[in-house]
């Protein structure tokens, strides 16, 4: 799967940072997410349960953190299995650029999958990642509201940019972990 898209967010690139940084916010905003936990400096232990079609299982996993520039951009690498369910792994670059109506989240995703949801389809697990990937955006947006409520009358950018989508055999979790790579900002803002 390869994955590239931008999110206009009315808050400062710094809040949005400091956000993403935040393992009870990235918690709060990942549908079926019940842990993010810090194991050793830049890196976490995730877990996410999740359904895609006729498969459900519950994903642990790990996400690592490096070429951090807070509170611009950072990598992260991710890698998590769910039983026989399948596995996922890859990397995300995310980048936060300030501009006039709060800032823009820029993310590139690559990743691989295997098992039982690498065998569901493409198109089935492309709308389950893209689906999972604006309920993401949808609770994070509402978060921001909820912390920053003067940015609740700023004008809003549209939702989503999409850039280019290549989803090939990606479990909504990995999608979550590229999320996550957004959320992961969160996570660098506490490190420095």
Known sequence: MDMQASRQLAVTQQQAWDA?????VLKRCIAGCDRV????PQQYAVGVALRIG???????????LSELDPPNSYTLSFEGKGGPAGFGKGDARVKLIANETGCLLDYTVHAQVGGKVA???????DGAAKSMAEDFFKRFDEEMQRRHPAAIGA?????????????AGV??????AGALALVA???LSRQT
């Open 185 to 187: 900002v969160w996570w």
């Open 54 to 64: 006729p498969v459900s299982a519950k994903f642990s996993g790990k996400i690592d």
């Open 171 to 176: 479990p909504a979790w990995v999608w979550i």
């Open 155 to 167: 004008p809003k950018a549209p939702a989503a940019v999409p850039a280019k989508t290549g989803l």
């Open 119 to 125: 065998q569901l389809g493409q198109r089935l697990v």
């Open 20 to 24: 993403l940084n935040d393992p009870e």
């Open 37 to 40: 936990e810090a194991t050793a």
